[in-house]
DNA sequence: TTTTGTGGTTGACGTGGATCAACTTAGCAT
DNA sequence: ATGCTAAGTTGATCCACGTCAACCACAAAA
């Protein structure tokens, strides 16, 4: 423990307008006029250590969260515990928005590692977009791209064999990890084999050896969580034709 | 062709405050007073015949479509040719959401049967929504409520067997024909078993033969369409518990 | 250093659902 | 009625993935 005075979360201005994530996050497409006034929309910061609930389904709906460090799953499970995994978020997502319809959560975020989020209160979320029109729009787009998002994933899990689905993970993950500046071609998993093989609809041995199977066919290199992609051009092409044995 | 003056769209009063679907259509939760001014924003209905399109992927996004009469899937296909029912859709049920995003929709929308929608410009629903505040919330409740049911979706084709699906799918329909007034023991499928195939990740074949399976059972009576439920329970715990043979 | 635990890999085997194919039924036009 | 077509059923066979089980790798604790 160190003597110094901590720096407080009341303590830092917290403000969209100086976030580098803008460009992913929920400010995306507003203007600079109008991102400024959504410094007073991000109440506060929170900390979540890695493994650690965000929330939990069944939850008293009251905010979304900006992702602004690391890494979460939600996931949903069935009354007999099987244990559903419906999606991973990195940062400048959002995520919440599943409370808005019943007013509370029906799913848990759990941490991937640990990390941090900006609290957007839903109330006043309301309110000001009301008033600024960008935000409106922008909040829109938002849940309508986690609608679509949502689509590819029942087709996914409707239409496609065990590595077509891992293929199209990957290049999905690359895409996020582009998007965020970092290398398309080689990243760092957060989540579990078990994990992976939930979201996929698969079990974690089948994800274990469609990795295997790809390094085999030298379409990618994988480490444990370490992943790197040699041929990403063959991973589309595995999603594109379905199964050539 | 008759030579009587025909019954225009234009002439006739669209207003959401006589519309009988209004408890489980967009200005659910909404006061008198804010429905009376909904009335604004159906500009027109659209009378859409069985197996034509409301609106196919790629379309410019515009608006967003209250269903009146009849009922819809929606459809997205892949490169390949494959095709995915991401949904179906039944009176007072809001469709084309997935629009927004992207300004494009991402999917096709099909009538299942002749149906009319209420067209409302995403436009005007902007507009108003900042203004009546309980348009605004039950907005995003009703993309919300999107979000959470293709969770829902997603849960079922990863981690359900096929006659859990089908159970599912079938106390689904139930629950719905309940909602508006219908039976919920007996009801007509508009959608064709390769269809329901494509949208619980099945092959038809799959899907006739645990119909066929809960006929033998007692849970349910099958005649091509026409379903009745025979021992809804049964069909419950089909769901619970994960398969006993 | 050894120990312990969690996560990952790999093999052998079984099975649920896909595939292929024949046949039936219902609806519709003639 | 009769023929035609789309939808549904049912059987036989196959295979992708699940299951079960042994083993390995790495990280944190002792």
């Known amino acids: ?36 006034r959504l410094d007073e929309l991000v109440g506060a910061r929170r900390k979540i250590k890695r493994q650690q609930h965000l929330y939990r389904a069944g939850d008293p709906f009251e905010a979304i969260y900006a992702i602004r460090t ?9 009354e007999d515990g099987r244990e559903q995994v419906t999606g991973f978020q ?13 007013e509370q959560h029906s799913c848990n975020a759990v941490a991937l590692e640990d ?27 938002v849940m309508s791209r986690e609608i679509v998002r949502d689509h ?3 087709t996914l899990l409707g239409s496609m064999r065990a590595e077509e689905r891992l293929a199209a993970f990957l290049l ?14 080689e990243f760092h998993l957060r989540m579990t084999r078990e994990e992976i093989g939930s979201y996929l609809g698969l079990k974690l041995e089948t994800v274990s050896r469609a990795f295997s199977r790809f390094q085999e066919e030298g379409l990618i290199a994988v480490q444990q969580k370490h992943i ?3 041929d990403s051009a063959g991973l589309k092409k595995l999603i594109q034709h379905p199964h050539r044995s």
């Open 172 to 185: 999905n993950m690359s895409q996020r990890f582009t998007a965020r500046g970092f290398s398309a071609a």
């Open 90 to 102: 990195m940062t400048g997502e959002i995520i919440g928005l599943d409370g808005i319809s019943t």
């Open 115 to 141: 990390s941090e989020v900006c609290v957007i209160a839903y109330s006043k979320l309301e309110e000001l977009s009301r008033v600024v029109e960008g935000l409106q729009l922008q909040f829109h787009k």
């Open 1 to 36: 423990m160190k003597a110094t005075v901590p720096i407080t979360v009341a303590g830092l201005k917290v403000a969209c307008s100086q976030c580098n994530l803008v460009e992913l996050c929920l400010p995306f497409g507003m203007s600079e006029n109008e991102i400024d």
């Open 228 to 230: 790197r992609i040699i």
């Open 152 to 154: 590819g994933v029942m």
């Open 70 to 78: 690391g890494s979460f799953k939600t996931d949903v499970l069935l």
